[in-house]
């Protein structure tokens, strides 16, 4: 049976001698994995359309629930990104989470969108990396059933809760903080909570519309990666290989 769907180019695993496997975002399939048969001859049609994050229109022959890639039309190569050793990094570490937290052929394009417009705001819109990274990183756990409610107490519903607890996901008043032991909380800023805030529950065309002073964007870069790191319960080698470029001495 043949598809036709768009999908981004989360994952490739070299194969034989010129072939890849592919793992795909598809609007109509959700994640699934394809092969690219003779991809990697400098001949091959296939070529461009099926490099790690490139956005591709592709037509797939499917038999026993096996894939195979007989076209690939690049619709968006994201090419500043490639360019750049550090966004390369960042848009790979934001492969690999949508790739987590992706069922298997479950269609989800409210993921796909995310992923697609994290890499336009790196690619063209030259949004701040911290930015970018943040939105990503707390947008995609509430996508995924992780959102952390951030209205009020968590436990008394008070409007003036500060304190959020990153298992948990919620916020604490300060009275309520002490009612709660061995908790693994932060004292968010008032722009840091506001921006979450506005992450979690904004329209999607208007993620990355708000800006931060300086001190409530390091710490909103800080929480939204632990929040996400705990609420996964797993580290990431992309998102290592990220963070050790900033710590390079040249």
Known sequence: MFYTTKGLVLRETHYKDNDKILSLLTEELGLITAKARGVK?????????CQLLTYSDFTLFEKNGYYT?????????????????????????????????????QRDP??????????????????????????????????????????????????NASCFLLEEGILLCD???????????????????????HISSCDKQRLFSFTLKPDAMRQLSDVTERFLLTQLGQGFRSLDFYKRLFTIQI
């Open 41 to 49: 001859q400098k001949n091959s049609r296939l070529r461009s359309g």
């Open 69 to 105: 890639i007989n076209e690939a039309e690049p619709l968006n190569l994201f090419g500043g990104i490639r360019q750049d050793i550090e966004l390369l990094s960042l848009g790979s570490y934001f492969a690999q989470l949508l790739e987590t937290v992706s069922g298997e052929g």
């Open 110 to 159: 409210e993921l796909l969108y995310l992923g697609l417009n994290s890499l336009y705001a790196l690619d063209k819109l030259k949004k701040p990396q911290d930015i970018v990274k943040s939105v990503f990183e707390l947008r995609l756990m509430c996508l995924s059933g992780y959102a952390p409610m951030l209205d009020g107490c968590g436990q008394c519903g008070a409007a």
């Open 175 to 197: 009275i309520c903080k002490k009612t709660v032991s061995n908790a693994e909380g932060v004292t968010l800023m008032p722009g840091t909570l506001a921006a979450m805030r």
